[in-house]
T-cell receptor, first 117, second 110 residues
Framework: GAVVSQHPSRVICKSGTSVKIECRSL??????MFWYRQFPKKSLMLMAT?????????EQGVEKDKFLINHASLTLSTLTVTSAHPEDSSFYIC?????????????FGPGTRLTVT | AQSVTQPDIHITVSEGASLELRCNYS??????LFWYVQSPGQGLQLLLK??????LVQGIKGFEAEFKRSQSSFNLRKPSVHWSDAAEYFC????????FGQGTTLQVKP
C-alpha cells in the first residue's frame, strides 16, 4: 500500500515552454502532498506543500508564478514549470503524507527528470 | 532553525561488514526522526522511524537506529551489509515538514 506515482519519469522540453508533472497517490487519499527538487549529489529541497482544495504554500525563494502547483483532488497534485529555462533542469520528486498527517512519514514518488534545452 | 546533519558524505564498506551511518539533529523538542533510502530509479523508501518510546528502532532490510537525546543523534546501523544496500541514505526530521540531511552515499565492495 501507500504507492505514489509520477508522470512522466523523464521529460525534455525547449526553453520557454511549460511542462506539467503529475503526482498521484494510487491506493490512498492524500490530503497533503509535497514537491521537492533534488540537484545532483545533493539532498532534497522542499519547494512547496499543497493541500487538497487550497493554495499551495511555497518555501522561501521558490517562485510561485514559475512553479504552479494544483492539488485538485485527494489523489492528484500537479506541478507546472512555466517558461522553463535550462537552470530549471533538475530532478523533481513528490510525496504524500499518510493518514496521520504531515507529522507522519511521507510516501515518495519515483521522481521526474526534467531537462530544458 | 531545525537542521539535520549527516557528517559522512560517502562511506565504503566491504560486503558482510557492519555499517553505521551518522545523523545529528538540531531541534528543541523531541523530533520525529526518519531514515530513508534512495536507490537509482526508485523513490525514497522508508527504512524506519522514531516518534517516541523505545529508543532502539527496528526497520526493514535488517536496519536499526538508536535515538540518543543526550547526543542529539539518530545513527543507522546494520550488522552485515549486502551489495544491494549500496544507495543514498537520508536522515530526516519532521517538524510539520521534512528536513533532510545532506545524504550519505554508501558503496559496498565485494
Amino acid at each position: 500500500g501507500a504507492v505514489v506515482s509520477q508522470h512522466p519519469s523523464r521529460v525534455i522540453c525547449k526553453s520557454g515552454t511549460s511542462v506539467k508533472i503529475e503526482c498521484r497517490s494510487l491506493d490512498f487519499q492524500a490530503t497533503t502532498m509535497f514537491w521537492y527538487r533534488q540537484f545532483p549529489k545533493k539532498s532534497l529541497m522542499l519547494m512547496a506543500t499543497s493541500n487538497e482544495g487550497s493554495k499551495a504554500t511555497y518555501e522561501q525563494g521558490v517562485e510561485k508564478d514559475k512553479f504552479l502547483i494544483n492539488h485538485a483532488s485527494l489523489t492528484l497534485s500537479t506541478l507546472t514549470v512555466t517558461s522553463a529555462h535550462p537552470e530549471d533542469s533538475s530532478f523533481y520528486i513528490c510525496s504524500a503524507s499518510g493518514d496521520r498527517g504531515t507529522w507522519d512519514e511521507q510516501y515518495f514518488g519515483p521522481g521526474t527528470r526534467l531537462t530544458v534545452t | 532553525a531545525q537542521s539535520v546533519t549527516q557528517p559522512d558524505i560517502h562511506i565504503t564498506v566491504s560486503e558482510g561488514a557492519s555499517l553505521e551511518l551518522r545523523c545529528n539533529y538540531s531541534y528543541g523538542a523531541t523530533p520525529y526522526l526518519f531514515w530513508y533510502v534512495q536507490s537509482p530509479g526508485q523513490g525514497l523508501q522508508l527504512l524506519l522511524k522514531y516518534f517516541s518510546g523505545d529508543t532502539l528502532v527496528q526497520g526493514i532490510k535488517g536496519f536499526e537506529a538508536e535515538f540518543k537525546r543526550s547526543q542529539s543523534s539518530f545513527n543507522l546501523r546494520k550488522p552485515s551489509v549486502h551489495w544491494s544496500d549500496a544507495a543514498e541514505y537520508f536522515c530526516c526530521s519532521n517538524t510539520g515538514k521534512l528536513i533532510f540531511g545532506q545524504g550519505t552515499t554508501l558503496q559496498v565492495k565485494p
